[in-house]
């Protein structure tokens, strides 16, 4: 009987280096997790972020997100306001959120991103970036 799982290592998931604007992200690289494994329903990613490594201040019209970290150090902006985190830590991101995070510690954070719906994270012909004041901001394509 075939399986009806997946099961990768972590050096096998694909990787992404975000898709706003590549200088805003200082280096944080992605691991798609949830398209290496074939899921369908949602999104999940994760990161070891370095010293200094950042995911700029952005938002999901429609998306929510939970961001979990899972070791080290962070401090998120969530709608203006600084929150510093430590791991074992969760945080929820309602939809129309602008939020982002940097790693401004001097060791690695293991950050996990876990979003529904997922046609606003894999369909980019349907939705692109647009810059807006401070913050990146999924929006429907024309």
Known sequence: MPRKFVMKKLDEIEESKGSVALEEYAGTIFKRVSVTLGVKHF??????????????????PTAEEVHLLMSGKSTLTVD???VKAEA???FYMPPGSHYGL?????RDATWVFIGAPVDEYIDDKKYKWVHKGKSFVRVLAK
Request: hydrophobic share 30%; glycine share 6%.
């Open 102 to 106: 940097i790693n401004d510690s001097k």
């Open 80 to 82: 203006g306001e600084k």
């Open 88 to 90: 074992i830590t969760a």
């Open 43 to 60: 999104k999940l990613s994760m990161t070891i972020m370095k010293p200094g490594n950042k995911i700029p201040v952005h938002s999901h």
